[in-house]
Nanobody, 124 residues
Framework: QVQLVESGGGLVQAGGSLRLSCAAP????????MGWFRQPPEKEREFVAA????????YYADSVKGRFTISRDNAKNTVYLQMTTLKPEDTAVYYC?????????????????WGQGTQVTVSS
């Protein structure tokens, strides 16, 4: 069983930055793909970014390209989401998860072991 723990959320003004972290105590990621997703208020959960642990390839939703960066730290077994130039529409609960199926890397149904989420609120 994998337990993911997200942290780093908070309240920030539009144009500001935050860095989210996702750790998996006791788990070593070597061939996994890790994803970040978000669920805005009263909306469906959506894909944000993903990274393949073995080669570092990254994938982004169009809405965050050029503003968000996903990365990993092998030594700390942690994946990060650096968010810059934040907008009010980025307000959501952010989740990390492990890709567990061969579905599209952008499909949240292909992910499991969801963390508890961390709230990001961007004020205008």
């Amino acid at each position: 069983q994998v337990q993911l723990v997200e942290s780093g959320g908070g309240l920030v003004q539009a144009g500001g930055s935050l860095r989210l972290s996702c750790a998996a105590p006791g788990r070593t990621f070597s061939r996994d793909t890790m994803g970040w997703f978000r669920q805005p208020p009263e909306k469906e959960r959506e894909f944000v970014a993903a990274i393949r642990w073995n080669d570092g390839n990254t994938y982004y939703a169009d809405s965050v390209k050029g503003r968000f960066t996903i990365s990993r730290d092998n030594a700390k077994n942690t994946v990060y989401l650096q968010m810059t130039t934040l907008k009010p529409e980025d307000t959501a609960v952010y989740y990390c998860a492990v890709r567990v199926s061969a579905r599209s890397i952008f499909d949240l149904k292909g992910y499991g072991f969801w963390g508890q989420g961390t709230q990001v609120t961007v004020s205008s």
